[in-house]
């Protein structure tokens, strides 16, 4: 073996390093990791062999909006809708035009609706609207979402007598069953001095009236009585315009005893 040649020369001893390291044993060294799925680049190819294209999201927007779209009509059509408010007869609880509320469209499914509630419901007497398919996907789209002025025969207004209950408008005050409905609140500052009644609510109807008293057609003048199948939901929330923002509550009453 060439090991035991120590003795030698300078260049017997260089020649004796060189076989040494050549028999060296190399440690191997460790794999690179492999990279997960999700940790693949996105100029790295996908898992069918095209490059990843960094503009997927783009392409996923339109998707995202219309299954956004969709979504907001299902609450309109089944929860909650968005109503413009076209007059003044509301006044001062509701500006018109141009305030919207929002309108709870399940809420009587639950219990029927109460005095003070401000209810948004259709024209009893009024002739159907015939409209194409287009105008009539157009209608439903916009006025569901508060962006058109909504159906000329919707109306708001508030519950003030109850099925079975005898209204009587003396002088501006409203009577129910003979008694004065006391607070009102919600009432226009310019006074009302009209008459009207007395009579009685039928059953399955509501008597309502808009706070601005003087300049609203309500069941006092040719809405009359509104079924309560007509009824389309309670008004909650104004949500335009931003600065007149805020619940509507129902008033509580001490004359007449509280509707149940």
Same mark, same amino acid.
């Given at each position: 073996?060439?090991?035991?040649?120590?003795?030698?020369?300078?260049s017997?001893?260089?020649?004796?390093?060189?076989p040494?390291h050549?028999?060296?044993?190399?440690e191997? #060294?460790?794999?690179?990791?492999?990279?997960?799925?999700?940790?693949q680049?996105?100029?790295?190819?996908?898992?069918?062999?095209?490059?990843?294209?960094?503009?997927? &999201?783009?392409?996923?927007?339109?998707?995202?909006?219309?299954?956004?779209?969709?979504?907001?009509?299902?609450?309109? #059509?089944?929860?909650?809708?968005? +109503?413009?408010?076209?007059s003044?007869?509301?006044?001062? #609880?509701?500006?018109?035009?141009?305030?919207?509320?929002?309108?709870?469209?399940?809420?009587?499914?639950? =219990?029927?609706?109460?005095?003070?509630?401000?209810?948004?419901?259709?024209?009893?007497?009024?002739?159907?609207? =015939?409209?194409?398919?287009?105008?009539?996907?157009?209608?439903?789209?916009?006025?569901?979402?508060?962006?058109s002025?909504?159906?000329?025969?919707?109306?708001?207004?508030?519950?003030?007598?109850?099925?079975?209950?005898t209204?009587?408008?003396?002088?501006?005050?409203? &009577?129910?069953?003979?008694?004065?409905?006391?607070?009102?609140?919600?009432?226009?500052?310019?006074?009302?001095?009209?008459?009207?009644?007395?009579?009685?609510?039928?059953?399955?109807?509501? &008597?309502?009236m808009?706070?601005?008293?003087?300049?609203?057609?309500?069941?006092?003048?040719?809405?009359?009585f509104?079924?309560?199948?007509d009824?389309?939901?309670?008004? +909650?929330?104004?949500?335009?315009?931003?600065?007149?923002?805020?619940?509507?509550? #129902?008033p509580s009453?001490?004359?007449?005893?509280?509707?149940?």
């Amino acid at each position: 073996m060439w090991c035991r040649r120590g003795a030698g020369t300078h260049s017997s001893a260089l020649s004796a390093l060189v076989p040494y390291h050549w028999t060296m044993r190399r440690e191997p #060294t460790a794999a690179p990791a492999a990279i997960t799925p999700t940790e693949q680049r996105a100029d790295q190819p996908s898992k069918n062999g095209k490059p990843r294209s960094k503009g997927s &999201f783009l392409r996923e927007l339109p998707v995202l909006i219309v299954l956004a779209l969709v979504l907001a009509l299902l609450i309109k #059509t089944f929860l909650v809708q968005a +109503f413009y408010i076209p007059s003044a007869s509301m006044e001062p #609880t509701l500006n018109g035009p141009g305030d919207r509320v929002l309108v709870n469209r399940i809420v009587y499914r639950f =219990h029927p609706p109460r005095r003070g509630d401000i209810i948004v419901f259709s024209d009893p007497h009024a002739p159907p609207v =015939h409209r194409n398919p287009v105008e009539a996907a157009a209608h439903w789209m916009t006025s569901g979402l508060g962006f058109s002025r909504g159906s000329p025969t919707d109306y708001i207004k508030r519950v003030i007598g109850l099925p079975g209950e005898t209204v009587e408008v003396r002088n501006g005050i409203v &009577f129910i069953d003979g008694r004065p409905l006391q607070p009102e609140p919600y009432v226009s500052p310019v006074r009302d001095h009209s008459d009207w009644g007395p009579d009685q609510v039928p059953p399955g109807e509501l &008597f309502v009236m808009g706070d601005n008293r003087t300049d609203s057609d309500d069941s006092r003048g040719t809405l009359g009585f509104i079924p309560i199948k007509d009824v389309i939901g309670r008004a +909650f929330v104004i949500i335009w315009p931003p600065g007149r923002w805020r619940w509507l509550s #129902t008033p509580s009453y001490t004359s007449p005893p509280p509707s149940s």
